[in-house]
């Protein structure tokens, strides 16, 4: 069957993967790309193997995910940025960056073991960070021969959703196979199919607040070869376009640079580079060889922004930390307002 056309018009939607070290995670985030690439095949749609998602070395030898993962891919309705989050507790901070910018997300649980301590944690920071959608993919199915496991463990996960204020009796829950869907077998690829119809109806498209200047804050950063660097990051607001000058705060001085390409989604996919950029995936190629942007630093349209010295915050800690703002000390707790010197 021959490949369709990239369609730009599809809706983009943002969603990830989340849930307990694991429970399948990745291996769902492998088996949505291989079976839409079975069903609907189009330029898209390219499977990838677990190994490929996690590619770093560190990642292959302990068997989980360590940083997020970006795949792409799309339904009949809409084209996907995915998102696959680490579950492991060492790497909560990597989950928190991949969850800020999912409008929606798959909550991962393996029917076998039920909601774990990371279900719990991923659940309320979704919540933290502003996902208000979520779908239950109660994975591993094929190994549990109890009907009546099966409902407890559902029934359990959507009394844990409305704990943290989720609609828990509302929430669509899959029960499925993401294994034996990667290994071909129909009834789960049906599953697999039957999760992604469930994504397009229950998620709703993202609003996207374009007309306010441009806010984007820096979630990773890359250096390439010959390119400079590269920082991805999400659209909290307006839009960008090729060439557009911004500002990068951050650092101590102010620094104006000119993008050279912004590429919409994929890295790897140089096809779908558009004029205007409304949506919140996306990577931004600076014309710098050499460029020291960080984490969580700003691009922002020239002369639109005042830095202030106060801020207000929400911190997630799982116990009492001293933690060091440029040159004063002060103790978190939950939610403070911080003076900066």
Not at 112 to 135: A, F, N, W, Y
């Amino acid at each position: 069957m021959a490949k369709e056309k990239y369609d730009r018009s599809k809706p983009h939607v943002n969603i990830g993967t989340i849930g307990h070290v694991d429970h399948g995670k990745t291996t769902l985030t492998a088996a949505i790309t291989t079976v839409l690439a079975r069903r609907l095949p189009s330029s898209v749609n390219t499977p990838k193997d677990y190994a490929s998602i996690d590619a770093a070395p560190e990642e292959r030898e302990r068997g989980i995910t360590i940083n997020t993962a970006h795949v792409e891919y799309e339904t009949a309705k809409r084209h996907y940025a995915h998102i696959d989050a680490p579950g492991h507790a060492d790497y909560v901070k990597n989950m928190i960056t991949g969850a800020a910018q999912m409008d929606g997300a798959i909550l991962v649980v393996a029917s076998t073991d039920g909601p774990m301590p990371q279900t719990r944690e991923h659940i309320l920071l979704s919540r933290q960070v502003g996902v208000k959608h979520l779908i239950v993919f109660m994975n591993k199915v094929d190994l549990v021969d109890d009907e009546e496991l099966l409902e407890l463990v559902e029934m359990e996960i959507r009394d844990l959703l409305s704990e943290y204020d989720f609609p828990g009796d509302e929430i669509p829950v899959i029960q499925g196979s993401a294994l034996k869907a990667l290994e071909g077998d129909t009834k789960y690829e049906d599953i697999i199919m039957e999760l992604m119809d469930t994504v397009d109806d229950y998620i709703p498209e993202p609003e996207r607040d374009t007309d306010k200047p441009l806010l984007l804050p820096v979630e990773d950063v890359f250096s390439i070869t010959g390119r400079g660097t590269v920082a991805s990051g999400r659209i909290d607001r307006g839009v960008v376009r090729v060439n557009d000058e911004v500002e990068i705060v951050g650092i101590k001085e102010k620094s104006k640079k000119q993008l050279l390409l912004v590429l919409k989604c994929s890295v790897n996919n140089l096809t779908k580079v558009l004029p205007v950029i409304t949506s919140v995936s996306f990577f931004v190629v600076s014309n710098v060889m050499k460029l020291n942007v960080v984490k969580y630093w700003l691009l922002l349209v020239q002369s639109t922004h005042t830095l202030n010295s106060k801020v207000k915050f929400t911190s997630f800690l799982k116990k009492k930390v001293d933690v060091t703002l440029h040159s004063s000390t002060t103790t978190v707790h939950s939610s403070t307002s911080v003076q900066l010197t």
